[in-house]
Every structure is written in structure tokens, then in C-alpha cells.
């Protein structure tokens, strides 16, 4: 089920229609983040390195052990991510959370934040419906799966075909951006 941050329902494939175009119209200095824990975390880099390589869009993944350790020791685990995309985003970039359950404390303060710097946000999220996470993103992607094997199978593929379709507008961008200099 997609949504908007108001609760709006949406056709998933307008979704991610929408989703690629936020990434494409981002600045070449700007940044897509991405954040999440454990296989989310693996997801987030993962999906970092393809929007980086295979869509030519500065991505960044805060899977640094040092920082996210040393912010976690000084901060709070839960403000991890918060202050991490304080430190580095800017109003206008966008953020990509994944998390199986929509309410870890660091996602949803990494979500929080995002909102109070005016940084577009979209989330991935399953379990419960009524999780924290999907009433702030700008754009939401809900898996109703019980289990983390399901949510986390179901997140990797709605990440594929993300990167697929931002591949696709991408390199359509790009063409006609070529051809009319």
C-alpha cells in the first residue's frame, strides 16, 4: 500500500513515479540519503551504491561504524541518524527510510528531522499499519507483512524497481538534456 504523509491514498505505481522524479530533479549538488538498521541498513547501502553508480546521483548511507558508534555514544542511539542528516542534508534533499517495523527510535528521529529540514522524504516500511514512520514521509510504501523475512523481501524488491525506474527517467533526462545543449 502506498500512501502520502497525510494518509492519502496513492496507486503504487504513481508512487514511484513520483519517487524517481524527486530523485532526478535533485541539484548535482544535492544528496539522496538513505538509512536503516541491520538488513535495512545492508539495503540502504546497497541501494546507495546503485543510485550512485548505475543513476549517476550523489547517494549517501550512514553505515560508517565511527560515526554512527560515536554519534550513538555521545547522542543516544535513537538520535543517530537525526543528527547525522543534520550535520550533512539540505533542505531540498531527499531522504529514503527503510525499516521493517516503522517505529525504530533512530528511524523515526532520522524521519523527524528530515521533516523539520525540509528534506523530502519517503519511507519503506511493514508490520503494523499504523507504524510512525509512514505519517511522515512525503511518500510512504507499506508492506502488511508480519514477519522481517517478508517485510525485508518485500522492501529489497520495492528498492529494485525504484532504482529500475530511476535508472529509466534518468537516462531519458540525461538524453534530453544532451541533445538540447
Given at each position: 500500500m502506498t500512501t502520502r504523509g497525510n494518509g492519502e491514498i496513492i496507486r503504487p505505481e504513481r508512487a514511484f513515479e513520483l519517487w524517481a522524479e524527486m530523485a532526478v530533479a535533485l541539484p548535482r549538488d544535492r544528496a539522496i540519503y538513505l538509512i536503516g538498521n541491520g538488513a535495512s541498513a545492508s539495503m540502504a547501502s546497497h541501494f546507495a551504491a546503485d543510485v550512485t553508480k548505475n543513476c549517476g546521483i550523489r547517494a549517501v548511507v550512514f553505515t560508517d561504524a565511527a560515526?554512527?558508534?560515536?554519534?550513538g555514544n555521545d547522542h543516544g542511539f535513537e538520535n543517530a541518524f537525526a543528527l547525522a542528516l543534520n550535520r550533512y542534508a539540505l533542505p531540498g534533499d531527499l531522504l529514503v527510510a527503510v525499516s521493517s517495523s516503522g517505529n525504530s527510535p533512530n528511524i523515526v528521529r532520522g524521519c523527524q528531522e528530515a521533516a523539520k529540514m525540509k528534506v523530502?522524504?519517503?519511507?519503506v516500511s511493514g508490520k503494523k499499519p499504523d507504524n510512525a514512520i509512514r505519517s511522515i514521509?512525503?511518500?510512504?510504501?507499506y508492506v502488511p507483512a508480519d514477519s522481517y523475512s517478508l517485510s525485508e523481501s518485500a522492501h529489497s524488491m520495492?528498492?529494485?524497481?525504484w532504482i529500475d525506474r530511476l535508472e529509466a527517467a534518468n537516462k531519458w533526462t540525461q538524453a534530453s538534456a544532451s541533445s538540447s545543449g
Open positions: 560515526l554512527i558508534t560515536a554519534l523530502k522524504t519517503v519511507t514521509g512525503d511518500i510512504n510504501f520495492i528498492l529494485h524497481h
